[in-house]
């Protein structure tokens, strides 16, 4: 299956900063991403889709001015926390999709973040 | 607006024992229909899928699941438990065509006793 890799697999940061999630496609071009969020012991969230080139769309309930997307060439997204408080501390995981994947979207391992 | 039930919250079983966990839908059609299974702080992988035709489908690691249109339903099911097997399961709801933005269930805790 296709490769999908989340940098940094953990990270903690302190609360007041901002801290950058990056999603790679390894070996194929992602038209979409989709950027999911998972407290501890609870079921992934979907917070927003992400069209190449184009602004995300966030579900409704997620701030998009706290959690800023950017989505500028096919093998890469990113997911920066703004402002980040300690209940912001959760599992970010994001996944990929593209029309010659059409029948599932591949998962990056998830970015563990902290604020402390 | 689509929904996915997952009632059983934890199981567990031993090992060797057979497995059953169990997945409601709420979708307008048919739907793509999905497993995952997370070990603690790792990403999710994908044991099996549903899009059509044959409604048993296999998996990895020995899985199977049966889509059961009347009773929207897409049990997953393993014949003999292993160990390694422990982990956190869950029962994904795609639109097709949608580019496989899913909703999760709540996720099945799976124990396994030696």
């Known amino acids: 299956g296709a490769v999908v890799s989340q940098h940094p697999s953990w990270v903690i940061c302190k609360s007041g900063t901002s801290v950058k999630i990056e999603c790679r496609s390894l070996d194929f071009q992602a038209t979409t991403m989709f950027w999911y969020r998972q407290f501890p012991k609870q079921s992934l969230m979907l917070m927003a889709t992400?069209?190449?080139?184009?602004?995300?769309?966030?579900e409704q309930g997620v701030e998009k001015d706290k959690f800023l997307i950017n989505h500028a060439s096919l093998t890469l997204s990113t997911l920066t926390v703004t402002s980040a408080h300690p209940e912001d501390s959760s599992f970010y995981i994001c996944?990929?999709?593209?029309?010659?994947?059409?029948?599932?979207?591949?998962f990056g391992q998830g970015t563990r973040l902290t604020v402390v | 607006a689509q929904s996915v039930t997952q009632p059983d919250i934890h199981i567990t079983v031993s090992e060797g024992a057979s497995l059953e966990l169990r997945c409601n839908y709420s979708y307008g059609a048919t739907p793509y229909l999905f497993w995952y299974v997370q070990s603690p702080g790792q990403g999710l992988q994908l044991l099996l899928k549903?899009?059509?035709?044959?409604?048993l489908v296999q998996g990895i690691k020995g899985f199977e699941a049966e889509f059961k249109r009347s009773q929207s339903s897409f049990n997953l099911r393993k014949p003999s438990v292993h160990w390694s097997d422990a982990a956190e399961y869950f029962c994904?709801?795609?639109?097709?065509?949608?580019?496989?933005?899913?909703?999760f269930g709540t996720g099945t805790q799976l124990k396994v006793e030696l």
């Open positions: 996944s990929a999709w593209t029309a010659s994947t059409s029948t599932e979207a591949f």
């Open positions: 992400s069209n190449e080139g184009s602004k995300a769309t966030y």
């Open positions: 994904a709801v795609g639109e097709p065509g949608g580019g496989n933005k899913l909703t």
């Open positions: 549903y899009f059509s035709g044959d409604t």
